[in-house]
């Protein structure tokens, strides 16, 4: 079974602060996507990165792959209200794609 | 092209009733993936399809649960007999191939009393 495991669970931060959450596994992807989804809705892709050490930026957000392709992290800079939602990490491997439980991120104005 | 169809949005029904949760996949789509989500559990994969075949359906619960994809634009998830324990939001998704983007219906929220 490929678990991912994604830290924290919750955070709560104010606007303008700048945060880091984590996707880690025992496990080896062929690639490494982040969603993020909001209230009703289902995941909308934010980035899929598939080489060891890659480093993808996309406007405020910067993901990581790590070098073993094993885990993960999405650095949000200057964090703002509208990025509020539910960050998951999904794994995939031979067709298959494992989401981890997700951060729920609140950011208060 | 709409999007990823889920039917219906909404279901309530009585413990012991079959329930049947449909998808359609965007159009020239490969791979089919259903998930539930609860706040307990996350979003769990329950079974993919690559080409209409079934590859892995380790993550369905139980004898309860299947799946058919009879062709490329359709496919059921059916749940008989319905437990309270199955109530979660179901959603099913589609993309062309690995490592590409899956996209997301809206989600078939489920619940049995």
């Known amino acids: 079974t490929q678990l991912l495991e994604q830290s924290p669970q919750f955070l709560s931060i104010q606007e303008g602060e700048n945060l880091t959450v984590y996707c880690n596994s025992s496990s080896v992807f062929s690639s490494l996507q982040w969603y993020r989804q909001e209230p009703g809705e289902g995941p909308v892709l934010l980035v899929t990165v598939v080489t060891g050490g890659e480093v993808k930026k996309l406007k405020r957000l910067t993901f990581q792959f790590g070098d073993a392709r094993k885990d993960s992290s999405l650095h949000i800079t200057a964090a703002q209200p509208g990025d509020t939602g539910l960050y998951l990490c999904a794994g995939g491997s031979n067709y298959k794609l494992t989401f981890g439980k997700g951060t729920l991120l609140t950011v208060n104005p | 092209d709409a999007g990823v169809i889920q039917s219906p949005r909404h279901e309530v029904t009585e413990m012991g009733q079959e329930v049947t949760l449909r998808c359609k996949p965007i159009s020239g789509h490969n791979s089919l993936f259903w998930y539930r989500q609860t706040m307990m559990r996350g979003l769990e994969l329950l079974i993919y399809f690559n080409n209409n075949v079934p590859i892995d359906d380790s993550g369905m619960p139980e004898d309860r649960f299947s799946a058919k994809m009879p062709n490329a634009s359709f496919s059921t998830l059916k749940i008989q007999p319905s437990e309270p324990r199955d109530s979660a939001v179901y959603f099913c998704?589609?993309?062309?191939?690995?490592?590409?983007?899956?996209?997301f219906g809206q989600g078939t929220r489920l619940t049995v009393v």
């Open positions: 998704a589609s993309r062309v191939g690995e490592n590409t983007e899956a996209f």
